[in-house]
């Protein structure tokens, strides 16, 4: 993963030139509350907001192991965080990692944005990473959670109330139970991406 030094570095790059979206991958919602995992996401995507290294969010994530979209549950966390509705989008196709990368950035695209990051925790986006530059666009900017900057930032980070059921998917299936082991395999690899999505 990403040292923190690395992450660090990459930010400060970034804070020179914004870009006009982030992605951010989702994470499974269990119809609780959200973990660790989703929370500091959500409030890195903020902090980027907040400083202006990204215009807007675009979070990513269908109903893969649970009934929630996770792309609409990090969305409404996102705003009730406080950023603004018509700056946060939301991409509910995506099953994998490289599900995220590729059709939030083809959507991306598609709604006329130009420079795109791709923005997680220090783990996920360096698995992405080579994914994003060599599959997608060469472009696209890495942004790891640098884990000082967010603390300093929000000492105190709230858990506030969503109406989960706005995400809910009422035609949900387990992945599990729709793919074999090899399939989701592949999957992680980005085998299985529709390459029509989003055209």
Known sequence: MYSQKAASSLLSKASTQPYDVIIVPGVPFDGTKWD???KGRVYWSKYLYD???AKNVMYSGSAVYTPYFEGKIMG???EKLGIPKEHIFTEIKAEHSTENAYYSYKKSKLLGFKRIAIASDPF???LLKRYAK???DP???ILPMV????NKAYPVKPNPEIDFHQAYDPKFVSLLKRESFWKRFRGTRGKNVDVK???
Do not use: P
């Open 147 to 150: 884990q000082d900057s967010l």
């Open 134 to 136: 060599k599959i997608l």
């Open 76 to 78: 409404l966390y996102a």
């Open 36 to 38: 660790s995992t989703m």
């Open 139 to 141: 472009s696209v900017g």
């Open 51 to 53: 400083h202006g290294i």
């Open 124 to 126: 996920q986006t360096k």
């Open 197 to 199: 999505a989003y055209e």
